[in-house]
């Protein structure tokens, strides 16, 4: 971030603001200062300065299992941010040149901010409100409120007032206004090809000789035009019913498919003392686990019996065993346990030489222990001797399973869970049947991860198919961004008290195996907006994606997937057999579908063609993205480390 060497001049000042900046954690201390608008030779911009630490959260009803609290507070910076020659935070500047669009949240108390290359900043006013900035801002820059999402706004840029004045001066209609003339370009279902020529050429004409100001090619603002007249202010074909509702008009299976609107989906309360003991009999047996699994999906579990039930979800503990046959399991349990850990910690030095591949992993291990969630009070301090227990679990799982070992992330997995258990045994074996349910993730040829970016893609090709063309024109139809979710399933996405009830809902494998690909499609539903009216192409979308970390809200994310599985489940005839299998529907036999997946690569299959997509054939290991065979590496990079 550049300093300017000039003195600044203030328009405006909004006091007690806390600004967060991309990729910083809410547990984190920030600093409180004001939000101005200010006034340089280079242009406006908004800045924040800092003027005392203060702590902030959204989240204050922390779950005493899993505290966010570090008892070690420290002075933290945003990414964009820096300390000055006496360590102290420095400005924070946004150019409104660089400004794409903004968004308010928390009912006037959130404010975030979307630069053009993605970064985002979100803005938390504490003795104030979002409204009165963004009153402010209008006399400053121009911006519109999206169509699609009512909390977003976004800044008109010199080309689209251009475009909106030429259109004016289109003369085409007795009415001049941008609207018509938006209808006019969206109605070409008779003449498609000839009235869009016509209108260009006029539009080319006055570009050309009205507006020489213009830097930007009339070749690239005419796709654009195209690209907004067709997807972005097109809205879906709807047809009347008798109950009022509007229903979209999805093509699957080479017909017409209604598809409702997303139901509203309530959560409940998490599972009680008093529930759980109303399953067991007498003998300790759980006695209708499917009971219990639906209202841990509905509500989660409350944390003190998290420590019990954890280990019936993930497979420690059958869910038919009684008291006894489970002392005598745990048992049995603790001696496997520390047979395999003997095993590595028996190895000689020259073992070790001849080992490569347990080099490599034990190696691995150390770096990936020494930086997983030190900030938290469990695992924070050197010589921490919940480390040395993190350490010990995944060098005995790598003994436990060799053939996978230990992958990057796997640590994240098991963090929490020997956070819960505090026990070393027990979070191992926690930690097996966690595995069992997510190794395809961590498998070296990757065929897991690309399946289920492709299944993301199918999914949105179905629910919000404007969505799924877009990335495909932005070449982000690989999917790419959402490997990091899918990889350490959300961890990085959700403070600690949200993760944990996020995965026991994930554990229920309710209402299907694959719900948390509907989670995806649920939170890029929320997101279509910000995407698509921003023009985001694939580094801005992986980076606006990163920068969710922390800022997704669970429960509507959590009832809006539920909803688009019900969507789904109202049109199940209709579906091809690739949404029926993610849905867990059995497949219907019928002749070949005009979308198919290929899971021996994750590859998209083109409805035209048949062939494979570009963007996602695989070569030597990995995916390619475009002409660009290195881009697989580049999305894991970005949107991992």
């Not at 690209?227 to 509007?246: A, F, H, K, M, T």
């Not at 490599?360 to 150390?366: F, G, H, P, V, Y």
């Not at 969710?548 to 019900?566: D, F």
Request: hydrophobic fraction near 35%; aromatic fraction near 10%; proline fraction near 4%.
């Amino acid at each position: 971030m550049f300093e300017p060497t000039e003195q600044g001049k203030d328009l405006c000042i909004h006091t007690g603001v806390v600004l967060r900046g991309a990729n910083t954690r809410e547990d984190e201390v920030h600093s409180s200062g004001t939000l101005n608008i200010v006034e340089y030779s280079f242009g406006k911009c908004i800045e924040w300065k800092p003027i005392e630490v203060s702590v902030v959260s959204e989240n204050q009803d922390q779950d005493p299992e899993w505290s966010l609290v570090d008892s070690h507070t420290r002075r933290t910076r945003t990414s964009s941010e820096g300390p000055d020659s006496l360590g102290r935070t420095r400005t924070v500047r946004i150019l409104f040149s660089e400004l794409k669009s903004f968004r308010i949240h928390h009912s006037g108390q959130q404010l975030i901010f979307m630069q053009q290359d993605g970064t985002t900043y979100v803005a938390f006013f504490q003795l104030s409100n979002a409204e009165s900035f963004v009153n402010s801002l209008k006399g400053f820059v121009k911006f519109f409120r999206s169509k699609r999402d009512r909390s977003l706004y976004i800044i008109e840029d010199e080309v689209s007032n251009v475009l909106n004045k030429s259109f004016a001066e289109l003369d085409l209609f007795q009415e001049n206004t941008s609207d018509y003339v938006w209808k006019f370009v969206r109605n070409l279902h008779d003449r498609p090809y000839e009235t869009t020529m016509e209108a260009f050429s006029k539009l080319t004409d006055i570009w050309i000789y009205k507006d020489p100001e213009v830097k930007r090619p009339v070749e690239e603002a005419v796709a654009d035009l195209l690209n907004r007249s067709l997807s972005i202010d097109v809205p879906q074909p709807s047809v009347s019913v008798s109950s009022g509702e509007e229903y979209e008009v999805i093509g699957v299976s080479n017909a017409s498919v209604l598809l409702s609107p997303i139901p509203p989906c309530p959560r409940g309360a998490p599972l009680s003392q008093e529930q759980w003991d109303k399953y067991k009999d007498s003998m300790g047996r759980i006695t209708n686990p499917e009971a219990v699994k639906e209202i841990i999906f509905r509500g989660g579990i409350s944390p003190s019996l998290r420590y019990e039930v954890w280990k019936f979800l993930l497979n420690y503990y059958p869910w038919d065993s009684t008291s006894i046959d489970r002392l005598e399991l745990k048992k049995k349990k603790t001696d496997e346990y520390f047979i395999m850990k003997l095993q590595w910690r028996s190895m000689t030095p020259n073992q070790e030489n001849n080992f490569s591949s347990y080099r490599d992993r034990k190696s691995l291990i150390e770096k990936d222990v020494n930086r997983t969630d030190r900030t938290h009070a469990y695992y924070s301090g050197d010589n921490n001797p919940h480390l040395a227990q993190l350490y010990d679990i995944l060098m005995t799982y790598v003994m436990y399973n060799f053939d996978l070992g230990y992958v990057q992330g796997m640590s994240d997995l098991l963090s929490p869970i020997l956070c819960l258990m505090d026990n070393e045994v027990d979070a191992f074996w926690c930690f097996v049947g966690f595995m069992d349910k997510v190794s395809t993730n961590f498998e070296m040829d990757q065929v897991g991860m690309k399946t289920q970016l492709s299944q993301i893609h199918h999914l949105l090709s179905v629910t919000e198919p404007q969505l799924a063309n877009y990335l495909d024109r932005h070449d982000s139809g690989n999917m790419f961004f959402c490997f990091r979710w899918l990889l350490v399933l959300f961890k990085r996405e959700f403070n600690a008290v949200d993760i944990m009830k996020l995965w026991e809902v994930l554990w229920t494998d309710l209402p299907c195996k694959n719900f948390h690909l509907l989670l995806c499609a649920a939170i890029l539903d929320t997101e279509k907006a910000v995407l698509m009216e921003n023009q985001y192409g694939f580094t801005e979308i992986l980076k606006h994606i990163n920068d969710l970390s922390q800022h997704i809200e669970l429960p509507w994310t959590l009832s809006k997937a539920e909803g688009i599985y019900l969507q789904l489940i109202s049109v199940a005839p209709h579906l091809t057999n690739n949404i029926r299998t993610i849905i867990g529907l059995e497949p219907i036999n019928r002749s070949p579908e005009p979308c198919d997946m290929d899971i021996s690569n994750g590859s998209i299959i083109s409805p035209t063609n048949g062939e494979s997509s570009s963007h996602q054939s695989e070569s030597d290991g990995n995916v390619k993205f475009g002409d660009n065979e290195v881009s697989f590496e580049r999305g894991l990079n970005l949107s991992y480390t």
